[in-house]
């Protein structure tokens, strides 16, 4: 099953599973609405925090440049919030218009937008904590092993994983 071919993903669904198109957007969907109940809430927490920090006693603590990470940081979680949100709006817009499969294709676009910008968001985080407890060399550390981690975790696993395991289907 490869992304790029989604054609032979759909064959196999239907000769595997014996799922029809409809039933596979619907699982899809489904799929793809647990996920985003899995980020929203954090995503939503981390902005939310962010929000209240320049109204701290501390915020003076710092300097230019760690605002200027600071509101970039900022953009990135609530960038990360409209897009992991999102589906939910395109849901109710496209409701009854028998459209399910543009609203899996938009939602998916934006789950990846959404996950993205998180990762960045949470590495601006890392480095405003790690600067503000311990300096700007710590922060820049703490702030490239956190890139790295995400970076790892969520992009080159997932892509080993689908290059090492992915099964030879037959072109229909």
Do not use: K
């Amino acid at each position: 099953m490869d992304a790029d071919h989604p054609e032979q993903d759909q064959n196999w669904d239907r000769r595997e599973r014996g799922e029809t198109e409809v039933e596979r957007l619907d699982r899809n969907w489904n799929s793809l609405l647990q996920e985003l109940r899995v980020v929203q809430t954090g995503v939503q927490l981390l902005t939310g925090f962010l929000l209240t920090l320049p109204f701290q006693a501390r915020f003076d603590v710092l300097g230019d440049d760690m605002q200027a990470v600071y509101l970039v940081t900022v953009g990135c979680s609530v960038a990360a919030t409209v897009l992991l949100i999102a589906p939910v709006g395109l849901h109710r817009l496209l409701f009854r218009r028998h459209r399910l499969s543009v609203l899996v294709s938009a939602a998916h676009r934006c789950a990846y937008g959404g996950l993205l910008l998180l990762g960045l968001a949470l590495t601006g985080v890392t480095v405003i904590i790690f600067d503000a407890v311990a300096g700007t060399a710590a922060g820049l550390v703490a702030g490239v092993c956190a890139l790295a981690l995400f970076g790892f975790s969520w992009l080159v696993v997932p892509v080993m994983l689908r290059i090492r395991n992915a099964p030879e289907l037959p072109v229909s």
